[in-house]
């Protein structure tokens, strides 16, 4: 079948929650993908960061096929030999004392904030269904009921309510704001380092130190939503290490699994997860032994390809570059690593389409802005040929 063909099928038989450019991928390598039709492209958005080690890394395929010849599924009724190896590595790796392993970032999320609602009632002592937590405007924490009804996009809401209550919003990137809504009922402050899906949004500096401050001075549990910011994409193991503080919560999915299957994860300390007891939580799929495999090769994979350092210095070459950027459209280049963001005061699609046609895949977000995330792995010279269609597309218009 034919792209024009298949995009009609797609249409024909399936919801419609999304939408995708009308490119039709066959295979992918790296930082390259492949249409039906033979058409190479640069990768420039790595499945929202799900995709750091790059499209089908050899290592990680490996630890899935050697896997999957074993043992898939156990579920959690019964042990594998997997899950407390991947335990021991994230802890080794990040610090924490304990991991509970989930499918997909929402699923983590929600399961965040049933470990902080408990917390708050069995450590902090709130009474119960009185918990609150705090989350910022133009959050984005995945689609569930929960998560949309404390989003501030009116189309994430629009005809889903009613909503879970118990969250707060307030400004993202204004401590002050934080400090003011903290009650003798807040138990968690939920955060991105730096807000991927509103247009890659960098707070000012020094401001996760200062709420970090304020959530240990109000014993309040910081949660940070790393599912996209993680793993390498900022230039670091993880965004908050920018500032060098240590949240209570940390929160993974996406590049955990270097794109071959679901994985996400809550890290936390003892104190945190230990409120959980048999029944509280579970999952069919979280923590098979398919899915720890994976995700401990691509651990592995952003450990000894130092992919935190590559993204650190060839995202500081392409926003610094791209910043020299001029056009009449273009209001802003801002990023960190290889996470950038270019503003625009003239809706993205179209900008996106015409890359498309030169070789380069990104997605508009938020209408106005392009989001560029290439894979960690990209040659320099790869990204240096993406970075000139991109001068070419934006600075020419």
Not at 39 to 50: E, G
Not at 236 to 258: C, R
Request: one cysteine or more.
């Amino acid at each position: 079948m034919n792209t024009s063909e298949l995009i009609e099928l797609e249409k024909r038989y399936g919801a419609d929650i999304y939408h995708p450019l009308d490119v039709v991928i066959e295979r992918a390598s790296g930082a390259w993908m492949y249409d039906i039709e033979g058409r190479k492209y640069l990768d420039f958005l790595s499945a929202y960061s799900a995709l750091n080690q790059g499209h089908c890394h050899p290592v990680i395929f490996q630890a899935l096929w050697e896997q999957a010849q074993k043992v898939t599924l156990t579920s959690r009724a019964f042990r594998n030999d997997q899950l407390p190896l991947l335990y021991k590595e994230l802890h080794d790796l990040t610090g924490f004392e304990m991991v509970l392993p989930m499918n997909s970032g929402t699923e983590a999320v929600e399961t965040a904030l049933k470990a902080a609602r408990k917390w708050g009632h069995c450590v902090k002592k709130i009474p119960p269904n009185h918990a609150e937590i705090i989350v910022c405007g133009n959050n984005f924490h995945g689609r569930t009921l929960s998560v949309i009804g404390f989003s501030s996009d009116a189309q994430y809401r629009r005809g889903f309510g009613p909503f879970s209550a118990g969250f707060k919003q307030i400004p993202f990137g204004d401590a002050e704001a934080l400090r003011a809504a903290i009650s003798p009922n807040t138990c968690a402050f939920l955060v991105e380092p730096i807000q991927g899906e509103a247009g890659i949004i960098i707070p000012p500096k020094g401001y996760l130190h200062e709420v970090a401050t304020i959530c240990k001075q109000r014993d309040v549990l910081l949660i940070v939503d790393e599912i996209q910011s993680g793993l390498g994409r900022t230039g670091k193991l993880f965004a908050y290490m920018h500032e060098n503080i240590a949240p209570d919560v940390v929160i993974v999915g996406k590049a955990l699994s270097g794109g071959y299957y679901p994985v996400s994860a809550v890290l936390s300390s003892r104190e945190v997860l230990g409120v959980f007891t048999p029944g509280d939580h579970g999952s069919t799929f979280g923590g098979n032994p398919l899915a720890c495999a994976v995700a401990r090769a691509a651990l592995r994979v952003l450990v000894e390809e130092k992919l935190a350092e590559r993204s650190a210095k060839l995202g500081a070459y392409a926003l610094h570059r791209l910043q020299k950027m001029k056009g009449p459209n273009l209001v802003e280049v801002r990023g960190r690593g290889l996470w950038i963001g270019i503003e625009l005061s003239s809706p993205a699609r179209g900008y996106c389409q015409a890359l498309q046609e030169r070789g380069v895949l990104c997605k508009e977000t938020h209408s106005t802005v392009i989001r560029l995330a290439p894979p960690l792995v990209i040659e320099r010279s790869d990204l240096e040929w993406g970075l000139e269609q991109i001068e070419s597309v934006v600075g020419e218009s």
